[in-house]
């Protein structure tokens, strides 16, 4: 990216050596000659960074730096001084100035400051602009993705959501099926009622029948007092049934009665309850094979896949990964209290290289453990798990085949960059394209 400086210092000399200077190490300048002129310059708003000299006539760098950092707070703005102003300029760092140099500054070291002032100031838009991201591609609270197979899941949850139909998400493990089922219920009517969670899978078949449909005083050994079964609890609200494909033959049969008939009665007990609850139900089993396999019944499935939910692997949806990446670094960072702020581009090249087994589940332990190791504001290969560093060394890229061709290339780019060790530019010369062009179809803007 060309950086644009502006330098204000009633001293020709000075004002016209560091725009020669800084023009030489690729930057754009423009000058001012007093703090009036600086102001009315910064005002067109396409300037990056401002060095001023501490004394000028009318408006002086203090003032003028005051009044960029109340328009734009945390703006970079360095000051000029002379050794008889040291005090006033170590001031105005207190005040929000990026450093302060007395006069004549050594060049290497301001420019130096320069190049760290921009970065951070780069990092700081970045990351606003990837928070601005986050928020308009989240379908709710728990919810992130930009990707064609992403916007087809919310299209469908965004369409049954407010329903009472019964819903069945598919999907592997760590695909995130839990995270569907709490988007459907903030869509729901139910919302402000109960979202019950039952995890299927984690318990046998006398417990699970127990959880839930509850239990009289007596109905089997343990069983000292009544218990409320998690149909009751749900009662108005949602109950989600994780891993539904592990239940055994008799629950399935009791939970086909509860979905046609709304009524159930304890275990041991002889009254029947009446329940008003939305079933939403989770798999990573094809259930149309458990059907043929003779292990799940095929009344039940209908009953349950009213409106079905198929939730695309990691490996099929990269370019959600920059968006869930960044969202589970600021998580993260701010749960272990650390100032980490950004994942570095060879970084992010491991995380689109890797094939993601475990899913968002792998992803979210991934950056967890990064944020933990990382002892820098950026994340580097270095702090990602073994598994990570060492992914996609190979020269070859995988397409799924169920993604559109924008997201295709992206993955190319993406391939590309980290073939050619991050460097942009070799990346664009080996792909026939410009710089320019690589950065217009990720999608970001240029950089150095």
Same mark, same amino acid.
């Given at each position: 990216?060309?950086?644009?400086?502006?330098?204000?210092?009633? /001293?020709?000399?000075?004002?016209?050596?560091?725009?020669?200077?800084?023009?030489?190490?690729?930057?754009?300048?423009?000058?001012?000659?007093?703090?009036?002129?600086?102001?009315?310059?910064?005002?067109?708003?396409? %300037?990056?960074?401002?060095?001023?000299? @501490?004394?000028?006539?009318?408006?002086?760098?203090? /003032?003028?730096?005051?009044?960029?950092?109340?328009?734009?707070?945390?703006?970079?703005?360095?000051?000029?001084?002379?050794?008889?102003?040291?005090?006033?300029?170590?001031?105005?760092?207190?005040?929000?100035?990026?450093?302060?140099?007395?006069?004549?500054?050594?060049?290497?070291?301001?420019?130096?400051?320069?190049?760290?002032?921009?970065?951070?100031?780069?990092?700081? @838009?970045?990351?606003?602009?990837?928070?601005? /991201?986050?928020?308009?591609?989240?379908?709710?609270?728990?919810?992130?993705?930009?990707?064609?197979?992403?916007?087809?899941?919310?299209?469908?949850?965004?369409?049954?959501?407010?329903?009472?139909?019964?819903?069945?998400?598919?999907?592997?493990?760590?695909?995130?099926? /839990?995270?569907?089922?709490?988007?459907?219920?903030?869509?729901?009517?139910?919302? +402000?009622?109960?979202?019950?969670?039952?995890?299927?899978?984690?318990?046998?078949?006398?417990? @699970?029948?127990?959880?839930?449909?509850?239990?009289?005083?007596?109905?089997?050994?343990?069983?000292?007092?009544?218990?409320?079964?998690?149909?009751?609890?749900?009662?108005?609200?949602?109950?989600?049934? +994780?891993?539904?494909?592990? %239940?055994?033959?008799?629950?399935?049969?009791? @939970?086909? *009665? #509860?979905?046609?008939?709304?009524?159930? &009665?304890?275990?041991?007990?002889?009254?029947?309850?009446?329940?008003?609850?939305?079933?939403?139900?989770?798999?990573?089993? +094809?259930?149309?094979?458990?059907?043929?396999?003779?292990?799940?019944?095929?009344?039940?499935?209908?009953?349950?896949?009213?409106?079905?939910?198929?939730?695309?692997?990691?490996?099929? *949806?990269?370019?959600?990964?920059?968006?869930?990446?960044?969202?589970?670094?600021?998580?993260?960072?701010?749960?272990?209290?650390?100032?980490?702020?950004?994942?570095?581009?060879?970084?992010?090249?491991?995380?689109?290289?890797?094939?993601?087994?475990?899913?968002?589940?792998?992803? *979210?332990?991934?950056?967890?453990?990064?944020?933990?190791?990382?002892?820098?504001? #950026?994340?580097?290969?270095?702090?990602?798990?073994?598994?990570?560093?060492?992914?996609?060394?190979?020269?070859?890229?995988?397409?799924?085949?169920? %993604?559109?061709?924008? &997201?295709?290339?992206?993955?190319?780019?993406?391939?590309?960059?980290?073939?050619?060790?991050?460097?942009?530019?070799?990346?664009?010369?080996?792909?026939?394209?410009?710089?320019?062009?690589?950065?217009?179809?990720?999608?970001?803007?240029?950089?150095?």
């Amino acid at each position: 990216m060309n950086f644009k400086l502006l330098i204000a210092d009633d /001293e020709k000399n000075i004002r016209e050596g560091l725009a020669r200077t800084f023009e030489e190490d690729g930057y754009e300048t423009v000058c001012a000659a007093d703090g009036e002129e600086a102001w009315k310059l910064f005002g067109k708003g396409d %300037i990056d960074l401002v060095i001023t000299d @501490l004394r000028m006539p009318g408006i002086d760098g203090e /003032e003028l730096m005051r009044r960029i950092l109340s328009l734009i707070p945390g703006f970079p703005v360095i000051i000029l001084t002379g050794h008889g102003s040291i005090d006033n300029a170590i001031s105005t760092t207190r005040e929000g100035a990026w450093y302060y140099f007395t006069k004549p500054p050594n060049l290497d070291q301001l420019s130096l400051s320069v190049k760290r002032a921009l970065e951070n100031r780069m990092l700081v @838009l970045r990351n606003r602009e990837l928070a601005a /991201e986050i928020e308009r591609s989240r379908l709710s609270s728990s919810m992130i993705g930009k990707s064609s197979a992403m916007k087809k899941v919310f299209d469908t949850i965004s369409r049954a959501g407010p329903t009472k139909a019964s819903i069945l998400i598919t999907g592997e493990s760590g695909v995130g099926k /839990e995270l569907v089922a709490d988007a459907i219920h903030e869509l729901s009517p139910r919302r +402000d009622k109960p979202l019950v969670k039952v995890n299927c899978a984690a318990l046998s078949e006398s417990l @699970l029948e127990s959880e839930l449909f509850g239990h009289e005083k007596g109905a089997f050994t343990g069983a000292v007092s009544r218990r409320r079964g998690r149909f009751e609890l749900a009662n108005e609200g949602t109950l989600f049934l +994780d891993e539904i494909g592990e %239940i055994d033959q008799n629950i399935q049969v009791k @939970l086909l *009665r #509860v979905l046609q008939e709304r009524k159930f &009665e304890r275990v041991g007990g002889e009254g029947t309850i009446e329940t008003d609850v939305r079933i939403i139900a989770a798999t990573n089993k +094809d259930l149309k094979e458990e059907i043929e396999k003779g292990n799940f019944r095929e009344d039940l499935y209908f009953r349950l896949n009213v409106v079905g939910v198929a939730v695309p692997p990691l490996r099929d *949806r990269k370019d959600d990964i920059p968006l869930m990446a960044a969202s589970f670094l600021r998580e993260f960072a701010a749960e272990n209290g650390k100032a980490v702020e950004e994942i570095h581009e060879k970084a992010y090249s491991r995380l689109f290289a890797y094939d993601w087994p475990g899913n968002i589940r792998e992803l *979210r332990n991934c950056i967890e453990s990064a944020v933990v190791m990382c002892s820098k504001k #950026v994340i580097t290969v270095d702090d990602l798990p073994p598994s990570l560093q060492s992914a996609g060394e190979e020269d070859s890229v995988r397409i799924p085949l169920n %993604i559109s061709y924008d &997201e295709a290339e992206k993955l190319i780019l993406r391939a590309a960059i980290h073939f050619h060790k991050g460097n942009k530019s070799k990346a664009a010369e080996a792909l026939g394209i410009g710089r320019k062009t690589l950065h217009r179809k990720l999608g970001e803007s240029e950089d150095d």
